[in-house]
């Protein structure tokens, strides 16, 4: 019921809001609702979910129950943080439009449902690229697009192709496994701006909305990553050399995209490319994992890409959060941004934390199980140098953080509680009339302060345009719907540190402090982050356990191996399904995989791991 | 007997070539809606009503969602860099090919939905390696018709699930290009598209960068500048004449009927009031002959 749930209220809530974007309607909040009410409704899919109407079968697990709430809530932490610097409308519903695909793709039971749904869901990144016509053809971000989500759909279809395997008229049908290993890989590669193809990728906050890496760099890639990953070990598991060539060609594009996406997160100035690159490097090893085809490397990879849906969205936000505050996201102009904005430090820190993970950490053995599955034994170091780098970015940010404040740094509004000119005058507002028994009010205030207060109580023009300003920037949920300031929010000439009290003017400096509530939205959501990268909220059991096609893929037949010698006069074994059916499942006369009446998730732990646990 | 597999492969591969192969929008989302209709009955047995009804409402679906997008704006495709009598012959090639190869021995589905299925994947090259977002979008809904054509013809009918599946993965391609030919993007977004762009400029220092977000606009070829606001000329009966004319010249010169009045009167024709260098410059600046090699 729940999944049938997630699935009417990202439909509903993704129609809502594609077809009503007007201010103040109902359109608009139908992306935030809608994104609220699937993460309730995600929490609720475990492994007894079941939705069956007529011929159509879903099957919810612990993981993919996990896998949706984790991505549901990050992009409720995007939309949070994209409230307050720069609201696109279109964010929310194609976040939704995704994740309704990813959720029938990580509960169906049959693989072609599957793959198709996974390949629809990736059509959801359309909708946040920015339609314009570009200057030079090569930035075109539109045909960009439309090529890559040509590129997944095909992708997924021809590999629906291979595992439904038809009766090929060949002696061996592993030329088509190869084709459709490779094309997957390229998929992968390519939805996640993989090193060759990273140019879309670092451009998209030139031709995207704000904040939609998120989207076209996490929540798409992790759910097409976990769909490809379920097939590596098994399906692809077949000893062959064009296979071995195929599966060197995307060790090479992961190796790539590990140590130079790194590299250029380190050298690049602007946040978002920065990000961009973070995201696309720790991206690298979803491609490891899918190049290892091995089972072992199924549970770390389910509990990375976990991991890296909360994190990665995490610094998009902290980004995000960061340009909104100075007013700019280069770095150069940032020097002492972490001075102002202590909270951003700290979720940066996390994030990092988060993503490399500390020795003994599940994340952590997560990521060097994947190296160490994926790559020779001579390229083990990659680990450490891409460990290295990425501390390096992040130790190069808070290093940045900490210098002397630039002008843009300084006279933006810091987090730190302070009586905001907005809340003085709405102090003001409500104390005309009686002005003696406020400043009596105030406590132990010392006579300079009684007599600002005094002062202030004036109705004067400056605390009529603080009134007007604080009616525009008025902090909570409401605040927060109307039209962000696209400029940051700078400290006012005469700030006064005086109030009604201590507590009120926490509140009031709450409420009137935007960059206080985007930082600390982003340190919960980051904070949340750590917490899975220990293992913790479910995310290292739900991660033995895969979804109903790791079913469906542990149930078809491996294929033998090819014998080596060439002239034998004994027929080549081919992948042909086998007469017998296997226990939990039957295969049908088209090849197809039909699913148990009870499908049961595979544990596909390896014995003796368990990812810090 | 002619069976309806065949036919319906051969309507879908006349839609899938109409539809990447047009100039129109509308007619583009015609195809695509006529290909994606008679997509499923090529397969053998066909399948139920009702999930003929569901891929026929996703055609329907997708060709609004085509139109309703070239309604705000009238778009139009490069068309076939080959030319359209070219691009049939290829499909038709195509479909002779798939028809006699076999790779899949025993066929579990019709042989004209292999056929039709290998020719709307040759179809479906051409735009995708093209430049034209239109084309690319029409190309990879041929392309994922021709895949799902393949797989009911090598590994059997498809189930309902699949149906829904597919259908929903087929609108999701015509909608995405749709939204990606589309101008029409939220006022908000594009205010602060426009905004981030102006802030990105101001920094950079570069003057040339648009303000509608992303980067700037590059006139393509047959782009005229847009008009300026055309002034009230006085015409001789006393009324007032607006050109309408997208044409600079015509909106800055005088009206016809002075002109004609005054060579029925033999006077020489009037001269634009304007001087030459006023006149708007081309937008491309053509060189016919070569610089001089530098020495």
Not at chain 1, 549 to 561: E, F, G, I, K, Q
Request: charged share 15%.
């Amino acid at each position: 019921m729940s999944l049938l749930i997630f699935l009417v209220v990202c439909g509903t809530g993704a129609v809502l809001g594609l077809a009503d974007r007007r201010p103040g309607r109902i359109g608009r909040w139908a992306g935030p609702t809608g994104l609220l009410a699937a993460l309730v409704a995600a929490l609720f899919i475990g492994s007894q979910t079941r939705v069956t109407v007529g011929d159509v079968n879903l099957a919810g697990s612990e993981y993919s129950g996990r896998f949706l709430a984790c991505a549901a809530g990050s992009a409720l932490l995007a939309c949070l943080v994209a409230m307050a610097s720069g609201w696109p409308d279109e964010l929310a519903p194609a976040a939704l439009v995704a994740f309704a695909g990813l959720a029938v793709a990580t509960t169906a039971t049959d693989p072609f449902v599957a793959l198709a749904a996974g390949a629809a869901s990736a059509t959801a990144g359309a909708i946040v690229v920015v339609r314009s016509t570009p200057r030079g053809r090569l930035s075109d971000g539109r045909l960009a697009e439309i090529r890559t989500i040509a590129l997944v759909v095909a992708a997924f279809l021809l590999a629906a192709v291979a595992v439904l395997r038809p009766a090929w008229n060949a002696a061996s049908d592993v030329p088509v496994f190869v084709l459709a290993f490779f094309g997957l890989g390229i998929a992968v590669a390519i939805r996640s701006g993989a090193v060759p193809f990273h140019v879309p990728a670092a451009r998209l906050s030139r031709v995207a909305v704000p904040l939609a890496p998120a989207l076209l760099l996490v929540w798409i890639p992790a759910g097409v990553g976990l769909l490809t990953i379920s097939w590596s070990a098994t399906t692809f598991g077949i000893r062959s050399d064009w296979l071995n060539a195929a599966g060197g060609v995307v060790q090479a594009v992961a190796v790539a995209t590990l140590v130079l996406g790194a590299l250029a997160a380190l050298v690049h100035d602007e946040l978002e490319e920065i990000a961009a690159y973070s995201i696309l490097a720790d991206a690298g090893f979803v491609l490891l994992a899918f190049a290892s085809r091995s089972s072992a490397a199924a549970e770390p990879a389910r509990l990375w890409l976990l991991v890296f849906v909360a994190a990665k969205t995490g610094l998009v936000a902290w980004a995000a959060a960061a340009s909104r505050a100075f007013g700019t996201s280069n770095v150069g102009r940032l020097r002492g941004w972490l001075r102002r904005t202590p909270l951003l430090g700290l979720a940066l820190a996390a994030i990092a934390v988060a993503t490399l993970g500390w020795p003994g950490g599940a994340v952590f053995e997560a990521r060097s199980t994947l190296i160490r599955l994926a790559l020779p034994g001579q390229l083990q170091f990659l680990f450490v140098v891409a460990t290295a780098l990425s501390v390096a970015c992040y130790g190069r940010l808070l290093a940045v953080g900490l210098l002397p404040p630039t002008e843009d740094v300084a006279t933006a509004r810091s987090e730190r509680p302070r009586w905001a000119a907005g809340a003085e005058a709405m102090t003001i507002v409500g104390q005309v009339g009686n002005e003696a028994a406020q400043i009596e009010a105030v406590p132990a205030a010392s006579k300079r302060r009684r007599s600002r207060t005094a002062a202030l109580a004036l109705p004067t023009p400056a605390a009529t345009a603080a009134v007007r300003g604080a009616d525009e920037s008025a902090g909570t949920v409401a605040g927060l719907a109307a039209p962000p300031d696209s400029v940051p929010d700078r400290v006012p000439a005469d700030t006064a540190q005086v109030g009604p009290g201590f507590r009120h003017q926490l509140a009031l400096a709450w409420r009137f402090n935007r960059t206080l509530e985007v930082s600390l939205v982003v340190v919960v959501g980051v904070s949340l982050a750590v917490a899975l990268a220990s293992g913790g909220l479910g995310a290292a059991d739900a991660s033995r356990f895969g979804i109903p096609l790791d079913a469906a893929a542990h149930s078809t037949p491996t294929p033998a191996p090819l014998p080596t010698p060439a002239f034998t006069t004994t027929p080549l074994p081919t992948l042909a399904p086998p007469a017998t059916a296997f226990p939990s499942s039957s295969v049908g006369p088209s090849g197809s995989v039909a699913p148990s009446a009870s499908p049961s998730p595979v544990n596909t732990a390896t014995p003796g791991q368990s990812n810090g646990r | 007997m002619i069976q309806l597999p065949l036919v319906a492969a051969l309507a879908t591969v006349l839609g899938a070539t109409v539809a990447v192969g047009a100039r129109d929008s509308r007619l583009v989302a015609l195809g695509l809606v006529f290909a994606m209709v008679a997509a499923p009955l090529a397969s053998s047995p066909e399948p139920a009503a009702l999930a003929i009804a569901f891929r026929i409402v996703g055609a329907l679906l997708a060709g609004y969602l085509l139109v309703a997008s070239a309604r705000a704006q009238p778009m139009s495709s490069e068309g076939p860099g080959i030319g359209g009598a070219a691009e049939l012959a290829a499909a038709a090639a195509a479909f002779a090919v798939g028809w006699f190869v076999g790779p899949v021995k025993p066929l579990a589905g019709p042989l004209a939905a292999q056929a039709a299925g290998i020719s709307l994947a040759a179809l479906a090259a051409g735009p995708l390696i093209g430049r034209d977002v239109l084309r690319a979008g029409s190309g990879a809904a041929v392309l994922a018709l021709g895949i799902s054509l393949l797989l009911e013809a090598w590994v059997g009918p498809a189930s309902p699930l699949q149906q829904i599946a597919l259908t929903a993965l087929l609108v999701g391609l015509v909608g995405a290009t749709s939204l990606l030919v589309s101008p029409s993007q939220s006022p908000a977004t594009r205010r602060r598209s426009a905004a981030g762009a102006r802030g990105e400029a101001d920094l950079a220092g570069a003057a040339d960068e648009p303000a509608d977000g992303g980067e700037a606009v590059e006139p393509r070829r047959g782009d005229v500048p847009a008009a300026p606001e055309a002034a009230p000329v006085p015409m001789p009966n006393g009324r007032v004449s607006i050109s309408r004319s997208r044409r600079p010249s015509r909106q800055a010169a005088p009206a016809g009927p002075p002109d004609r009045a005054a060579r029925a009167d033999g006077e020489a024709p009037a001269q634009p009031e304007f001087p030459a260098a006023a006149a708007p410059a081309s937008t491309r600046a053509r060189r016919l002959h070569p610089r001089e090699p530098r020495r």
